[in-house]
């Protein structure tokens, strides 16, 4: 059985698509069996891989009609073949407007997961950057949550928001807990988010992932190239990062 983690925070341009694409090619290279769901309209998780975004069948298809199925892309990407991708595209946005009139809308990628998480290891859930409908999906679907977030002391107030909402989600969803809090484009040059960090660090405790990534264009660039870092020339320093993050959550999903 699958362990389904959601990546989510309520503020956008924290690094949650980066966080799910190079998180769940590390743990496809430490041999786990990955399954990475696109849930934002945006569809960048779905380019960061080189998917085409006008798909025939989206994520959008299967949250509107139960007896459609997930569709599923393997990324036939060198060592990382144990990765696939159910893509996105900007009818998700439509179709999130449409799940409000539907009878089970918070429970529709519950479902849809449950028809297939017994083949992976681990389901990374990208989410959009708001408590909507598609949020409230992924929330209700995970066991656990993991939130990026930059070392920014305006970014606090998202994850602050995100904690209340899943004190909220808890009553559709008791078994939601927080894997860990993860430090993004972290740059320790700047005495504000040493600050921050230190912050994070006294007010999460060990909730506060060891691993942190700090700010490298590479990064960037293999997205925009739709490549994990792996597959990047120049990104191997920001590889070792992820490893060492995929660990991280190995460790803690066995808790």
Do not use: C
Not at 222 to 237: C, M, P, T
């Amino acid at each position: 059985m699958a362990l389904i983690i959601a990546i989510a925070n309520q503020k956008g341009g924290v690094g949650k698509t980066t966080t799910t694409a190079n998180l769940g090619a590390s743990l496809a290279l430490r041999g786990q069996r990955v399954l990475l769901v696109d849930l934002d309209p945006q569809g960048n998780l779905t380019s960061a891989f080189g998917l085409d975004k006008g798909a025939e069948r989206t994520v959008a298809d299967s949250l509107l009609d139960r007896k459609v199925p997930l569709p599923i892309v393997n990324i036939e990407n060198g060592e990382v073949s144990r990765l696939d991708v159910a893509p996105s595209s900007l009818a998700l946005a439509s179709a999130e407007a449409a799940l409000m009139n539907k009878l089970g809308r918070e429970l529709r990628l519950r479902d849809q997961l449950s028809t297939v998480e017994r083949e992976y290891t681990h389901v990374l859930i990208d989410t959009p950057p708001s408590l909507g409908l598609l949020t409230i999906n992924a929330l209700v679907a995970s066991p656990r949550v993991i939130v990026p977030t930059e070392a920014r002391f305006f970014s606090l107030q998202g994850l602050q928001m995100l904690e209340e909402s899943i004190e909220e989600i808890l009553y559709l969803n008791p078994r939601l807990k927080l894997l860990g809090i993860m430090l993004s484009k972290f740059d320790r040059r700047l005495r504000e988010e040493r600050q921050v960090a230190e912050y994070l660090r006294k007010r999460w405790g060990t909730l506060v992932f060891s691993t942190e990534v700090g700010t490298n264009s590479k990064i960037l660039e293999a997205g925009s190239a739709g490549s994990s870092v792996f597959r990047y020339a120049g990104a191997e320093r920001a590889a070792e990062v992820y490893l060492a993050l995929a660990e991280e959550v190995l460790r803690r999903g066995e808790e």
